[in-house]
């Protein structure tokens, strides 16, 4: 158990609807790492937080958004959903403000959007 | 663009020595990961190298980088069933985001 919490661990819907998904660091980390990770485009970083404030920002569509909020769990906001975001969605936390050698990674969120 | 590249498939048998390669494109990179991802689970960070080191070992797990090459290895000795896995490098240009491979998928057989 890595100590990062992911809801919900799977999520079916529809094109065109709008989901989030939750992510709770380990106790005492500051920093939140979305990944998204599919089959057609492997594992890409997504947006970083670092105490509550937007970090770094990688291959995040505009269609997404996220926030980290005062007790430091994070969500990421998918609108407007396509079939190709259908994916594994992986939050990690880490203690640090850059890409740390400690990330630690959640389950993941598995979106299917039919 | 940058890329990380790594082959998909490795298979060994039990108890031999396994040897993962990659290679990266972006030499500015300071840090290069090893990540395990076992059947529904997320990543779990195996072992890292900074990019002035050639080599570091850990246990059963030695890190091979080549960096005028841009490469990176991991050696896993004496491989086991537990160890049948997905594993992947990525590199970390400037310290923020990470670019990973797409993975190689190690099948141990007993």
């Known amino acids: 158990d890595s100590g990062v919490t992911q809801t919900p661990k799977h999520l079916i819907t529809a094109t065109g609807q709008r989901v989030t998904l939750r992510c709770s660091p380990r106790?005492?980390?500051?920093?939140v790492y979305w990944y998204q990770q599919s089959l057609d485009q492997g594992l890409q970083f997504l947006i970083q937080y670092y105490n509550g404030e937007e970090r770094a920002k990688g291959n995040i569509l505009e269609r997404f958004s996220a926030q980290q909020f005062p007790d430091l769990h994070s969500e990421l906001n998918l609108s407007s959903l396509e079939l190709g975001d259908s994916a594994l969605y992986f939050c990690?936390?880490?203690?640090?403000?850059?890409?740390?050698?400690?990330?630690?990674f959640g389950q993941g969120t598995r979106l299917t959007v039919v | 663009g940058e890329d990380v590249e790594q082959s998909l498939f490795l298979s060994v048998r039990e108890g031999d020595s396994s040897v993962i390669n990659c290679t990266y494109t972006?030499?500015?990179?300071?840090?290069l990961y090893w990540y395990k991802q076992e059947p529904g689970a997320g990543l779990q960070l195996l072992t890292y190298i900074f990019s002035n080191m050639d080599m570091k070992q850990d246990q059963r797990l030695t890190v091979l980088l080549n960096k005028k090459d841009k490469h990176l290895s991991l050696r896993i000795a004496d491989t086991q069933t537990g160890d049948s896995a997905i594993y992947f490098c990525?590199?970390?240009?400037?310290?923020?985001?990470?670019?990973f491979g797409a993975g190689t998928r190690l099948t141990v057989k007993p």
């Open positions: 990525a590199e970390s240009p400037n310290n923020n985001d990470m670019r």
């Open positions: 106790s005492g980390d500051l920093s």
């Open positions: 990690a936390s880490s203690d640090a403000q850059g890409a740390n050698t400690e990330a630690f």
């Open positions: 972006d030499s500015s990179s300071t840090y």
